[in-house]
C-alpha cells in the first residue's frame, strides 16, 4: 500500500507559477509511472503529466511549455512546476501513482486546490 500527499497548491495570480509535491509513504520504484490530474468543478478529471521510468514525460496540450513534472526516486517524491499559469488551470490537482503493466494497480492522492485568479 502507498499512500500519496499533496502539497504547495494555493491561490494564485493569473500569470504566477506554483511548485506542486506529491510524497509517497513507501518506496517508488523506478518503473512506476507517476502522474497529475486534476478536475475543475463539474468537469472529468483530465490527465495533466506523466513521467515514466528514465524520465519519459506526457503532458496535456493545454499544459505544454507551461507545466513540468520531475521526480526523485531517492525521495520518492515527484513534482508539478507550474509557470504562466492561467484562470482556466483552476482545478483539484491529484497525485497518482501506477504500478505495473499487467494488473496494474493505482494509487490516488487526496488532492490540493489550485485556484488562478484573473
Known amino acids: 500500500q502507498v499512500q500519496l500527499v499533496e502539497s504547495g497548491g494555493g491561490l494564485v495570480q493569473a500569470g504566477g507559477s506554483l511548485r506542486l509535491s506529491c510524497a509517497a509513504s513507501?518506496?517508488?520504484?523506478?518503473?512506476?509511472?507517476m502522474g497529475w490530474y486534476r478536475q475543475a468543478p463539474g468537469k472529468q478529471r483530465e490527465l495533466v503529466a506523466l513521467?515514466?521510468?528514465?524520465?519519459?514525460?506526457n503532458y496535456a496540450d493545454s499544459v505544454k511549455g507551461r507545466f513540468a513534472i520531475s521526480r526523485d526516486n531517492a525521495k520518492n517524491t515527484v513534482y508539478l512546476q507550474m509557470n504562466s499559469l492561467k484562470p482556466e488551470d483552476t482545478a483539484v490537482y491529484y497525485c497518482n501513482l501506477k504500478r505495473g503493466i499487467l494488473n496494474s494497480i493505482y494509487y490516488w492522492g487526496q488532492g490540493t486546490q489550485v485556484t488562478v485568479s484573473s
Open positions: 513521467i515514466r521510468s528514465g524520465g519519459t514525460t
Open positions: 513507501n518506496t517508488v520504484f523506478s518503473s512506476d509511472v
